[in-house]
Each structure stands twice: as structure tokens, then as C-alpha cells.
């Protein structure tokens, strides 16, 4: 439960940069450490403690290796969530980077030509 | 037959990915034709599929629920009508439109993976796989947004951006929590647990942060503040495909598959939706007012027309989830022939704003005779689709007994019917000022899509019945069948 609650606490520190802060490239770190808490939050539901790769082998009790082995499907999950991940943090630097070529500052509030 | 379902994510994708690779040699005539000869070819598939029933397709053999289905039944069928017919006009105005850029080919590379992105959230039926295609979609739109690269694209497209991650992350969050208490990910496996397991409060969580996640991705009040900024930057094409499109495919369709299918509808859940409808309506119809720019004016009623969606699907009841369909697919055909309109008029005027504007009707007749249909469409003006849509779903509001959200609908509709107004008697209509004098009519591939876009809202205005008892009522029955959704894919196991 503690862990939950600490992953819930590294979100909303994310939370806090992606909303508070005014330059880019800090809004851009909120939104990673976001995705950090979501990924360990998939990896928490199949986590077990003290447990074992899900990989049967012969000589091994099934009833035993369903207690122990973790879950790997969250683990399935995470990794095509970091893929996906890391084609959103590329796009977000590179539109940063053009941001700054056109606007001469990441600061947010001064990028403000838009009403919203 | 059924193996023949991935090809609506396997072409685009594949030539998304030749457009690249071909474009080293040929790079202005190849792209064109050949976006226009794949989705040429997704529509003469969805002919292919038209009509057959619930078709499913296990990929590499898996059996459900351990590998991942696509599913193809009246609802995804009506969804595949409104995303492929909508990107087949969509890029045959692109072929002229795309010559006011430099760089063609990652214009449709990257078309061609929102494309594939829809189709695949359309037809999956496991909830992770959703998410992959929906980043799919949403990553290929946050670079067209700002495909134009100047500061306003690049703003609108950073914050659009930063929203559509932030939802696509609750949505993640929403299917771990799901699958924490159902251990499963495939759609129909988790609504067969839900049922016999009702009342779980981690579901109450996730239900909430999918209607977060997805009323951010459907840019309804009050996730609303990306849209208007998001759609009128972008280039006219995309416009048409996010407003006539994406928010609904990614927003409003997952929405309601998650809801109605996968975690079930409870009163709760159904209010929500009939509050942030009402929300949308009012707050998107009343910012349009004040718009000048004419693309804010869409952008701003493409919330509040998706506002009308979300009450007739929040009423519950069989006829206001006709009204709602019926209302995606005609929002699809005029919101599309509005941006696609608004794009050939500042090809040939050099600006959107109203009030530079005027006596268009005499300089591009058949671009403002079609853009009079859309706006007399959308604001519900009979014989034209939009006014059966909106009566159905009136009447289902007042079916339901709620009188005050029937009242709230009427009013949204004079206000939508005012604002247009105002666009045609600014731009359409009136004497003809200094900047229109040079305007011509737009070149042929721009104003084909434009008036068949104009015919079909006249087509399906006057056939509503035949539409409505032949695509809308099946897909809603669909909708509503919780118990046959499960049963269509492990019926036969």
C-alpha cells in the first residue's frame, strides 16, 4: 500500500510541474516523471515480493510457481508504454526546440499569442 | 474473409511508411496519388465488409481473452463510414491544398498514420491495444497541428500536446486500475467480470479517469481549452479531419464503447455525461458568438455540437442514442465541408477574419454555395441532416422527461443557427470588399470534396428514415447490448 501511495505522491510531483511551472523544458520533465509513476504503477500490480521470473520450467510445482511467479503481462504493458513514451518526449523536445527558434524564450507565459 | 480486418490498419500504415521511403525520388506527385489510391482502397474494404454482421479476427490465432481481437460490428461499422469517407475527401482536397507547403511527404506519411491510428481504435476490442492506437492517432496529430511551423501553430500545437499526453496518461492509469481488479485486457473477458463482481470502487476510479482522459481527447467543457486554439491552427485538411473526426473517434466512440461495453452504464455515469453535455453546449455555442476569426467560430462549435452528442448518448434511452449517432455521422459530413470551405476562402483572400471579408458569393460561387449548406445544415435548418439529428434528440429529451435539458438543446440550437448567420451574412454574403476583389474560384480537387461533401448533407437530410433504419438503429442496437457484445466473442468457444 505504501508504494502505491508513493507512486501516487511521484504523479502528482509530475502533476505540479507539468501545472505550476513556466518553462518548457520543465513541463516537459513533469510530464516524463508522470509517465515514471504510470509505468511503476503497472509494474506494482503484477509485482509480488520475493517472487520468481514467469518462466515454467520442467522440474518446477505449478501450484508454487502460481504463487510466486510475478506478472508478466504489466510488464508487456510497460515496455510498449515506454516505446510510446519516448516518441512523445522526442516530439515535445523537438516542438520545444522550434518553440525557441520562433519565440526566443521557453518561458510559458510569454508564449502567448494564443487566447485559449 | 475476417482476416482481411487488420488490412484497415496494415494499408495506412504500410504507406505511411512507402510515402517515406518513395518520397526520396518522387516527391511531389507520388505522395498525392498515392494517398489518394489508399484510401481509395480502405473505402472499397469497408464495401467489402459492409453489411456482414459481427466479424471477428483473432491476430496470430490467439484465441480471446489471451490475444487481441479486432472486432467489426454496426457501430464500428458506422464509425469506419464516417473516419474513411471522411479522409477520402479530406486528401483529395489535399492534393491542391498541399501546394501552399513546402514538404508534402510527411504531410501524408503522417495523415496516413492518423489514419491508421483511427481505424485501429474503431475495430480493437482489448483495452491496451486502444491506448496504443489512440497515442498512435494523437502523436500523428500533435505534429500536423503544427505541420504550418510558425509561433501560433507551434503554441497551439505544444499545448494541445501537453493536454493530449496528460489525458492519454489517466487513460493508462484507467486500464492498470482495470486490469488490477479484472485481470484481464480484453474488452468483452472484463465485462464478463464486471457483471458478476458490480460495485468495485477501484472501477469507480478508472471510470473516472477515462472520462477525464477521453472527454480531454473529445475537447468537451470543461477539458475543453486546447481545442480552440488546436483546430484553427492547423492546416484546413486537418481541421476537417480532428473536428469532423478524431474527437470523435478518439473521445466520444472509445467513451462510449468503454461505457456502454466494457464497464457499464450506471445513472452516475449517465448524469456525468448529460452535465458535461450541457456544459459543452451552452459554453461552446456562447464563445462562438464573439468570434471573429472564422475557424475559432467552427472550432468553438464543434464543442458545442459535440455537446449535443454527449445528451442524446447521457439521456440513455434508445432514441437519444440514435439522435447521438445520427448527429456524429452528419457532424462528420458539414463540421469536415465548414474547415475544408474555410481553407479554400483563405487560400484565395489571404484571411479568416469576418470582418475582412464579404460578397464571397459573387467571386466563389460554388465554395459559398456549399459552405451555405454546411452552416444551414449544422444549424439545423430542414430539409438538411443536421435538423433531423437535433429533433431526434430534442424529442428523446423531452421522451426522457427532462424538460430542462429539451429547453437547453432548443436554445443551443437558435444560438448555432444565429452564429451562422453571422458567418454567411459577413463572408457569404453582403457587398464586396477590398480583399475578396482578387479571389477566383478554388482549383478543381478543392471544390470537388466541397460540394460532394454539400450533396451528401442534402442526400442524407432527405433520406434520414433509409440512413437512420439502416446504419444509425443497428449500431445503436449494437450499443445497447451489453450481454450480445460478450456473447459475439465468446459465444462460440
Known sequence: MTLYFLNFVLFIIGLYALVAKRHIVKKILGVSIMEYSVNLFLILIGFKKSGVAPILMKDMDLSTFIKTAVDPLPQALVLTSIVIGLGTLALMVAMAIRIYERYGTFDMHEINRLRG | ?493
Open chain 2, 1 to 493: 474473409m475476417e482476416t482481411l480486418l487488420p488490412l484497415f490498419v496494415a494499408i495506412p500504415i504500410f504507406s505511411a511508411i512507402l510515402i517515406l521511403l518513395v518520397g526520396k525520388w518522387d516527391k511531389k506527385i507520388f505522395p498525392r496519388i498515392w494517398s489518394i489510391l489508399t484510401t481509395l482502397s480502405l473505402l472499397v474494404l469497408l464495401v467489402l465488409f459492409w453489411d456482414k454482421g459481427t466479424i471477428i479476427h483473432e491476430m496470430s490465432g490467439w484465441k480471446p481473452p489471451y490475444g487481441i481481437v479486432l472486432i467489426k460490428d454496426s457501430l464500428s461499422q458506422l464509425m469506419l463510414l464516417i473516419v474513411n469517407g471522411v479522409a477520402f475527401l479530406t486528401i483529395v482536397y489535399s492534393y491542391s491544398y498541399i501546394l501552399r507547403y513546402e514538404d508534402y511527404l510527411r504531410f501524408f506519411s503522417l495523415f496516413m498514420l492518423m489514419l491508421a491510428g483511427m481505424n485501429g481504435v474503431v475495430l480493437t476490442g482489448d483495452l491496451f491495444n486502444l491506448y496504443v492506437f489512440l497515442e498512435i492517432a494523437s502523436l500523428a496529430s500533435y505534429a500536423l497541428v503544427g505541420y504550418g511551423v510558425g509561433g501560433e501553430e507551434l503554441e497551439a500545437s505544444f499545448k494541445y500536446l501537453i493536454l493530449g499526453v496528460f489525458a492519454s496518461m489517466l487513460i493508462l492509469f484507467g486500464v492498470g486500475m482495470v486490469y488490477s481488479v479484472t485481470g484481464s485486457l480484453n474488452m468483452a473477458d472484463i465485462a464478463r467480470f464486471l457483471i458478476s463482481h458490480p460495485g468495485n470502487k477501484a472501477v469507480l476510479m478508472a471510470s473516472g479517469l477515462f472520462i477525464v482522459g477521453f472527454g480531454l481527447k473529445a475537447g468537451l467543457v470543461p477539458f475543453h481549452a486546447w481545442l480552440p486554439d488546436a483546430h484553427p491552427s492547423a492546416p484546413a485538411p486537418i481541421s476537417a479531419m480532428l473536428s469532423g473526426v478524431l474527437i470523435k473517434v478518439l473521445g466520444i466512440y472509445s467513451m462510449i464503447r468503454v461505457f456502454y461495453h466494457v464497464i457499464g452504464i450506471t445513472p452516475i455515469i449517465s448524469n456525468t455525461f448529460l452535465a458535461i453535455g450541457c456544459l459543452s453546449m451552452i459554453v461552446g455555442a456562447l464563445m462562438g458568438f464573439g468570434q471573429d476569426d472564422m475557424k475559432r467560430l467552427f472550432a468553438f462549435s464543434s464543442i458545442s455540437q459535440m455537446g449535443f452528442v454527449m445528451v442524446g448518448i447521457g439521456l440513455g434511452t434508445p432514441l437519444g442514442i440514435i439522435g447521438a449517432l445520427f448527429h456524429l455521422l452528419n457532424h462528420a459530413g458539414f463540421k469536415s465541408l465548414l474547415f475544408l470551405s474555410s481553407g479554400a476562402i483563405e487560400g484565395e483572400t489571404g484571411t479568416r477574419n469576418l470582418s475582412e471579408l464579404g460578397g464571397l458569393r459573387e467571386k466563389m460561387p460554388v465554395t459559398s454555395a456549399s459552405s451555405v449548406v454546411g452552416s444551414l445544415s449544422i444549424s439545423g435548418v430542414p430539409p438538411f441532416n443536421g435538423f433531423w439529428s437535433k429533433l431526434i434528440i430534442i424529442l428523446a429529451a423531452f421522451q426522457a422527461g427532462k424538460i430542462w435539458v429539451a429547453s437547453l438543446l432548443v436554445l443551443t440550437a437558435f444560438l448555432t443557427l444565429s452564429y451562422y448567420l453571422k458567418f454567411q451574412k459577413n463572408a457569404i454574403f453582403g457587398n464586396i470588399v477590398e480583399k475578396v476583389k482578387g479571389a477566383r474560384e478554388a482549383p478543381m480537387p478543392m471544390v470537388v470534396p466541397l460540394v460532394l461533401f454539400a450533396v451528401i448533407c442534402l442526400f442524407v437530410g432527405v433520406f434520414n428514415y433509409t440512413i437512420i433504419s439502416n446504419i444509425i438503429i443497428p449500431a445503436q442496437q449494437i450499443l445497447m447490448d451489453r450481454g450480445g457484445y460478450i456473447l459475439s466473442i465468446f459465444g462460440n468457444i
